[in-house]
């Protein structure tokens, strides 16, 4: 399979955030995995392929319509990939996907909790909270399902008892907000031990909202 100048640019960006997601502790191992759209297909991480050995090559490509599951490459895509590319097909303002097992808000995901207004960073992800999932077994058509629910009108969601996923219109945005994720469940987790949060309204939320127009990292045009 030959592939264009332009695609390994954009398999090598995937590794290079699979990378940095472990080196400043976002995920650990090779819990997470990383997809973008490129074209009429999903590019994503391999299965159980530790960041530093990959090379452009063994990212898998899933065609975004035709066979559902298909794929191309030497490795079997990530075991996740269902939720990966069912966002995709449900979501076109989304361009890349991002999930880890990052230590807040799997803690929080494992205690089943959701996250509410406690930081006006929460607008970035689309709403007044960061809902989590029911409960349901990795790489299964069920937890696609749960996690689309948890994703709408979101940018971001935790999996019950398994960790968090953050969705961007590129990689750059999508891995911004995975950053954001873990940052607001860390903060949540620590006033949970102080007595608990004051939640911002509705109205102060949608006040922020209105000003990321030109704040925060911004959508490439």
């Not at 689309?148 to 971001?156: D, F, I, Q, S, Y």
């Not at 860390?186 to 704040?215: C, N």
């Amino acid at each position: 399979m030959k592939i264009s100048a332009k695609e390994t640019a954009a398999r090598q960006a995937i590794i290079d955030n699979c990378l940095e997601m472990n080196a400043s502790g976002l995920n650990q191992g090779t819990s997470g995995n990383i997809s973008v759209r490129h074209g009429k297909a999903m590019l994503i991480t391999p299965s159980a392929t530790p960041y530093k050995a990959m090379t452009p090559e063994m990212i898998c490509s899933m065609p975004l319509n035709g066979e559902y599951g298909a794929w191309e490459g030497p490795l079997k895509p990530s075991t996740e990939w269902r939720f990966h590319l069912d966002i995709f097909k449900a979501r076109a303002d989304v361009g890349a996907v991002v999930h880890t097992h990052s230590t807040y808000a799997t803690t929080l995901a494992i205690a089943r909790k959701s996250i509410p207004a406690c930081h006006y960073m929460i607008a970035a992800f689309g709403g007044n909270d960061i809902r989590c999932s029911d409960y349901e077994l990795y790489g299964t058509e069920a937890l696609s399902a749960t996690a689309l629910k948890a994703l709408e009108g979101r940018n971001g969601c935790l999996l019950a008892n398994h960790g968090m996923i953050a969705v961007g219109a590129n990689l750059d945005k999508a891995m911004w907000l995975a950053v954001e994720l873990e940052t607001i469940a860390r903060q949540y987790h620590g006033v949970l031990q102080i007595g608990g949060p004051v939640i911002l309204s509705d109205a102060q939320i949608e006040e922020t909202a209105k000003g990321f127009s030109t704040y925060g990292l911004q959508d490439k045009k």
